[in-house]
């Protein structure tokens, strides 16, 4: 079944723009891509239960003193292993499906190497969530079961989304609110209590951990992942289908680059900084081959410049897959990456390999009487890593057995091609690839029979390897999260400056009543209101309020979120019998506080409370927000930061 008729195929504008992006894919959708991933979840839990299974025994072989015992649980152990074998197979087997991912278009193009979704279980954070928001906020945690279901929601539709850019921005949505979710209830003081699991997107193997690193760096981990399917879908036979699929490859190169330079202590092998180099090093080579084939879909036929450019390219692509192969073939990812893998990366560099010979050949031999002679020449030897050796491209007999020495070349790269092909069963199921190097293999063969000759008896040249160059380098491009702009769900908290799981705070209630002089105190900023003075023996003083107060509520009016206007307007309403304050104080204002009550401090606690309060409330209406890894206790700051909107102080200020 062809999984076109899904939600998948469908951009924002086809569903509509009163729909929102946070809705994942079907799940019970019988397409195949859909098909394949409920069959990947499920491996994934057998072989959870299968390693769940092998612990145990393990543990009860080490502690039994019965030989017996011991027996009976080693052969249980073998059964387990072979158990977990074969379904590790089968999950292989399943992470090469590279078919599913590719473009339905009936243009012969080479298939793209495309990476599986990281795989979740679902989590329930309800309680853990209403827990904090009860002991660190002291609010109803009743009131907040909307906000708790919303996001939960977002994450369940983030384990599924479309292959399209609305699966991006649900993504990307998801792990802009973690920067949110992080702020509001990961403390430094004490653990929420919520278990992130994944599954290691090529093994099955599963990861747990508290840290919310984690979280991010594996929504980070499927935004490139997502990215590589959508680059591997795009019709390659069209300019624009190529560029959008150059496009999709760079920002997956990007997002794994991303994830490796600020990820560190990798759970899971596929995140490690190996994997990581490995998989930027792939995707800018299915860059580097777009780039090739959009030579090729622009090359006119004898055109000796084009067909020298397009020679070059190829070369250029075979190079880079053998990096991509080197990557591969590092100790800790050579029994790791699929066989598959390897077998299509060296089927890669053989083709490419012999495609640049190729062409290079049909230029020695098809290019002939070009106006500018020395021109040409110059041209087919700086082509070449080394000068032709006893030849004189200006004769046209010596052309030709140049040329015919890279068509030989050329033929025994696509043998070798072909021999790998069928090597692999995974590569011998794709019709396409076999068709593309059979197709290539024979065009060869025919240019080789037209140039040979039966009388031609002189010495047989050796063709130099072709020097490798590209007219457009892959531009690896960094995921820009302020693309998609978001609003924290649990904003009725606070503003994130003073309501955060890093604050901590007294709340009191205060009668504030007007006298002769006014209210004796100074306000600044908004969201919330900041006291920043108040007048010795004054209204506000003997109110007990202080300087570093924050004014939340007035006449129990909830004023946290509002403007300074707003809230020197309801004191300015002031009645006869007082005004009714929620005041809180942030602990680090008050310990201030009790240092400097003492006459030979006053005056440098004056003075000081007034520069914190310019550093702290003299910024403009929005902020620069950077957030941190943490994994293992150990924070690493990211080398980027993201912009969010947040209401923040502005420089007005007021006596009253």
């Known amino acids: 079944m062809s999984d076109s008729g899904s939600d998948e195929d469908l951009t924002p504008e086809d569903r509509g723009s009163t729909e929102s992006v946070r809705k994942g894919c079907d799940p019970l959708v019988s397409t195949q891509r859909s098909k394949l991933q409920q069959r990947r979840a499920k491996l994934n839990q057998q072989i959870n239960r299968e390693l769940l299974l092998r612990s145990g025994a393990e543990n009860l072989y080490r502690a039994s003193t019965n030989q017996k015992v011991k027996e009976t649980v080693a052969l249980e152990l073998s059964f387990v292993n072979s158990n977990l074998q074969l379904l590790k197979e089968e999950l292989e087997e399943l992470n090469s499906s590279m078919n599913i991912y590719q473009t339905e278009s009936e243009t012969l193009n080479v298939p793209m190497i495309p990476l599986g979704l990281k795989e979740t279980k679902e989590i329930d954070m309800t309680v853990p969530l209403q827990d904090f928001i009860a002991e660190h906020y002291g609010e109803d945690a009743s009131l907040y079961l909307n906000e708790i279901q919303d996001f939960m929601e977002l994450r369940q539709a983030m384990r599924t989304p479309s292959r399209n850019e609305a699966g991006q921005e649900l993504l990307m949505e998801y792990f802009n609110q973690l920067y949110f979710l992080d702020q509001r209830f990961f403390s430094p003081h004490r653990s929420l209590g919520v278990h992130f699991h994944w599954y290691d997107s090529l093994t099955g193997v599963p990861s747990v951990q508290r840290a919310l690193a984690f979280e991010k760096g594996s929504v980070l981990f499927n935004i490139g992942a997502l990215y590589t399917q959508i680059g591997a879908r795009q019709d390659r036979s069209t300019l624009s289908g190529i560029e959008d699929a150059i496009d999709a490859f760079q920002r997956a190169a990007g997002a794994f680059l991303y994830l490796q330079e600020n990820f560190s202590h990798a759970p899971s092998l596929d995140m490690s900084g190996s994997a990581l180099s490995m998989l930027v090093r792939l995707m800018v080579a299915q860059v580097q081959e777009c780039v090739c084939e959009k030579v090729l879909l622009n090359m006119q036929k004898n055109h000796l410049n084009v067909l020298l450019q397009a020679a070059q390219e190829a070369a250029r692509v075979s190079d880079v897959y053998s990096l991509v ?13 699929p066989f598959s893998w390897i077998s299509m990366v060296q089927v890669k560099t053989h083709h490419f390999r012999a495609l640049a010979h190729y062409y290079t050949a049909v230029a020695l031999c098809d290019c002939s009487g070009v106006e500018d002679e020395d021109g040409e020449i110059k041209a087919l030897v700086q082509i070449h890593t080394r000068q032709p050796e006893k030849l004189n491209l ?8 140049l040329g015919k020495a890279h068509l030989r070349k050329a033929i025994i790269r696509h043998e070798e091609a072909l021999r790998l092909h069928g090597v692999c069963k995974m590569l011998r199921t794709m019709d396409i690839l076999q068709e593309v190097l059979s197709d290539a293999h024979t065009r060869s063969l025919e240019k080789y029979s037209d140039i040979d000759q039966e009388d031609d008896f002189c010495e047989v040249a050796e063709a130099p390897e072709i020097q490798s160059h590209t007219q457009q380098k892959p531009d690896i491009k960094a995921p820009d999260f302020s693309v998609v702009r978001v609003t924290d769900i649990f904003q009725r908290l606070g503003p994130l400056s003073v309501f955060s ?12 009543v007007r006298g002769e002089a006014g209210l004796g105190l100074t306000l600044r900023g908004d969201s919330p209101v900041l006291v920043a003075g108040v007048l010795p023996g004054g209204c506000a003083a003997e109110a007990g309020l202080h300087e ?95 912009s969010l909107s947040f209401s923040n102080s502005r420089e007005s200020q007021s006596m009253h």
């Open 325 to 337: 192969l080197q990557a591969m073939s590092v100790p800790l990812l050579k029994d790791y990456v």
């Open 394 to 401: 200006q004769d046209p007999e010596d052309k030709r057995r």
């Open 501 to 512: 799981a890093r604050n901590r705070w007294t709340r009191r209630h205060v009668c504030l």
């Open 548 to 642: 570093g107060d924050y004014i939340v509520a007035v006449n129990t009016v909830d004023c946290r979120w509002a403007e300074h206007a707003e809230v020197v307007h309801a004191l300015k309403s002031c009645p006869d019998r007082g005004l009714e304050l929620d005041i809180i104080t942030l602990q680090t204002h008050e310990v201030e506080r009790r240092i400097n009550l003492s006459p030979s401090g006053e005056q440098d606690y004056q003075s000081g409370s007034q520069r914190r309060a310019g550093r702290e409330y003299g910024g403009s209406s929005s902020s620069m927000w950077g957030w941190s890894w943490r994994n293992s206790g150990v924070s690493k700051r990211l080398g980027s930061t993201f």
